[in-house]
């Protein structure tokens, strides 16, 4: 009851876009053939799982890494709702590798956060520890839909410790939960009781504020790009404002992209266009060395 409740108060449509070499390598393996790891666990849930896709003739030294990170309204969704994203990056990026995420959804028992945020700390983490096995550089463009967006700009802007993530796409993100929107619904309290693991923030803390990537913004934030819609039913377009302007405030690099339609049901030459942005935008933040 406590997931329906969830789905319905505010995400129930979910997006619909939407070899071992030395440690000291300092080239491309010429001898490293591309390859595809599906399913592959990262934590003792079934639902911690990845799709890591691995360019040929990669280096530990020069193969960074674009992470997909699906929408669902945290409690829904499936990594293979961005696929759509993979052969288009395949194409656009072939020198970089590819790891599409499924993190354990919100259900009556496992509450979204914090342990989203930190599952996809658990991929990085993991693809860290074994980039010279895998011949990668673990550095990282973060690109959520929906929910994933979420959670790819909260780890971002809290997470992030060690600068690991060089550039955060945001494709229709919720991104201030204190905006009226949310504030204002008055079944709002119950979806952050259900959403939050209280034991895990200290006693008193404002849900709203904290899980909110806009008022979380600060000088250590990455390259952010926004894209909404000026129709969305699920996430109004005031949340992409109150980002960009935190991120005008911080002076950090940015871009904002609005587009005719609700919660990534655009026209396809605007998704075209969002991937083209997100593209540039790899190659000046998560260039080839």
């Not at 071992?20 to 003792?44: I, P, Q």
């Not at 000026?230 to 690099?253: E, F, H, K, R, W």
């Amino acid at each position: 009851m406590k997931k329906i409740l969830i789905i319905i108060l505010l995400f129930g449509i979910q997006i619909n876009f939407i070899s071992c070499s030395e440690d000291n390598d300092t080239t491309a393996n010429e001898s490293l053939a591309e390859e595809t790891m599906l399913n592959v666990s990262y934590g003792n849930d079934q639902q911690q799982k990845y799709d890591l896709y691995l360019p040929a003739n990669r280096s530990s030294t020069k193969t960074k890494v674009i992470m997909l990170v699906h929408g669902g309204g945290w409690t829904g969704g499936d990594k293979a709702d961005m696929d759509f994203f993979i052969s288009y990056i395949k194409q656009r990026h072939p020198d970089h590798a590819i790891v599409n995420v499924n993190y354990v959804l919100a259900d009556i028992d496992t509450p979204a956060f914090p342990n989203q945020f930190l599952d996809l700390d658990a991929v990085i983490d993991k693809l860290t520890s074994e980039k010279n096995e895998l011949q990668i550089l673990p550095e990282f463009a973060l690109v959520g839909a929906s929910a994933g967006a979420h959670i790819s700009l909260m780890y971002d802007y809290v997470y992030d410790t060690d600068d690991q993530v060089k550039i955060v796409g945001d494709i229709v993100g919720p991104t201030d939960f204190t905006d009226p929107f949310y504030s204002n619904n008055p079944n709002f309290p119950a979806l952050m009781a259900a959403l939050v693991d209280e034991s895990a923030y200290p006693q008193g803390t404002n849900y709203a504020e904290v899980l909110s990537p806009a008022l979380r913004v600060s000088n250590a934030s990455s390259p952010t790009l926004l894209f909404y819609g000026n129709a969305d039913p699920l996430v109004p377009l005031t949340n992409g404002t109150t980002l960009n302007t935190a991120l005008n405030n911080s002076q950090i690099d940015h871009s904002f992209t609005i587009y005719d339609g609700g919660h990534g049901d655009w026209a396809q030459s605007d998704i075209e266009n969002m991937k083209e942005q997100i593209s540039i935008a790899v190659d000046t933040y998560l260039e080839v060395n």
